[in-house]
């Protein structure tokens, strides 16, 4: 079955400090892989997108993924986390007109 | 450009009361529509998607009715509310089919008394 893993339910991390969202995904054939975000009581923005070709790719606000087909993987990075960073965290998957979202991953900045 | 709107965006309803939140979009044609449900602390929970006018396909089977009596207006709906109802309901819109970026609007966040 396709699913979609987000192994950390709350991260915490020090403000100027890097910062790694881990996703794994479990799908027959190559995905599409997505990561957005959600401020509190909004809807989820579209941070970056994986569809094919270079397997770093960047995103807005200064995020970047990287697509690891052999850990089944596409983990969110950031080098200096801002406090206005914290919010929550999803990573998606599509494939075959079918597209999955993790469970999340909230993160929260420390000053 | 594309925008997207949900209202309302708090509502708060007796239980066994009729429901109808609406999604509209603005800027694109013949989108693929979504509605989803977050409960707290959990991800998305797919409940329906059209691909077109009059299309819908119900992904969770459930209290809940959806409706797409225009091209770009999606509608969610509730003959009877149960407390189970409760949580953050979500439209977003695609274009083309549904591996591509999938676009949210902000959201209503509905209670049950």
């Known amino acids: 079955a396709q699913s979609v893993t987000q192994p950390d339910i709350h991260i915490t991390v020090s403000e100027g400090a890097s910062l790694e969202l881990r996703c794994n995904y479990s799908?027959?054939?190559?995905?599409?892989l997505f990561w957005y975000v959600q401020s509190p009581g909004q809807g989820l923005q579209l941070l970056l997108k994986?569809?094919?070709?270079?397997?770093l790719v960047q995103g807005i606000k200064g995020f970047e993924a990287e697509f690891k087909r052999s850990q089944s993987s596409f983990n969110l990075r950031k080098p200096s986390v801002h406090w206005s960073d914290a919010a929550e965290y999803f990573c998606a998957v599509a494939s075959n007109n079918d597209m999955r979202f993790g469970a999340g991953t909230r993160l929260t900045v420390k000053p | 450009s594309q925008t997207i709107h949900q209202w309302p965006a708090t509502l708060v309803q007796p239980v066994g009361s009729p429901l109808s939140l609406e999604c509209t979009v603005e800027g694109t044609s013949n989108p693929n529509l979504y509605w989803y449900r977050q409960a707290a602390g959990r991800g998305l929970q797919l409940l329906f998607y059209s691909v077109g006018i009059g299309q819908i396909s119900s992904e969770v089977p459930q209290n809940l009715s959806a409706s797409r009596p225009q091209d770009r207006q999606f509608i969610l709906s509730s003959k009877k509310l149960l407390l189970s109802d409760s949580g953050f309901y979500l439209c977003a819109w695609s274009v083309g089919n549904s591996n591509q970026p999938q676009h949210f609007g902000d959201g209503t966040r509905l209670s049950i008394l």
């Open positions: 994986y569809f094919s070709g270079d397997t």
């Open positions: 799908y027959g054939a190559t995905p599409y």
